[in-house]
């Protein structure tokens, strides 16, 4: 899951998809990252925190960390939270199996129409809930899809 800072959004995806892969029994390492490199090291933002509380997920453990070439090498799928995000990811792919990695979250829920995950940060808790409830939705269609396809 990446955004830009890897503060708010990308943290809180990480959060709920794995929750939601531990639910389901499904074994999978999910994890987030920033473009940019504002936030290295810095624990995700309060609101994001309390928003993944709210709804009974821990991100208390997040570190933030920068986007490397080397995810493409570690994560089956990289999943973007809005276009400049998501260009920024290409920027850094190799080849074209690097490319085909990288998807926009929502399109999981509304294939080909491109809708962003907006950025919380300057909002205040209604953005962060929005944003969760967009995440939770795009997550549910992704464990949909894994199901689907174990035999």
Wanted: proline share 4%; charged share 25%; with cysteine.
């Amino acid at each position: 899951m990446v955004c830009l800072g890897n503060i708010c959004r990308s943290p809180l995806a990480a959060g709920i998809l794995a929750h939601k892969m531990q639910m389901h029994g499904i074994p999978a390492v999910v994890h987030s990252a920033g473009t940019a490199n504002y936030h290295v090291g810095d624990a995700a933002d309060k609101r994001s925190i309390q928003t993944a509380r709210k709804h009974n997920i821990d991100i208390t453990q997040h570190t933030g960390r920068h986007f490397q070439t080397n995810d493409f090498d570690s994560y089956d799928t990289i999943y973007a939270m809005d276009r400049d995000n998501y260009r920024n990811i290409l920027a850094k792919a190799r080849n074209d199996k690097d490319k085909a990695k990288v998807k926009l979250l929502m399109n999981e829920v509304m294939p080909h129409e491109n809708i962003e995950v907006p950025d919380p940060y300057y909002g205040g808790a209604e953005g962060f809930e929005n944003v969760y409830r967009m995440i939770n939705m795009a997550s549910d269609e992704i464990i949909n899809k894994i199901k689907k396809q174990k035999p």
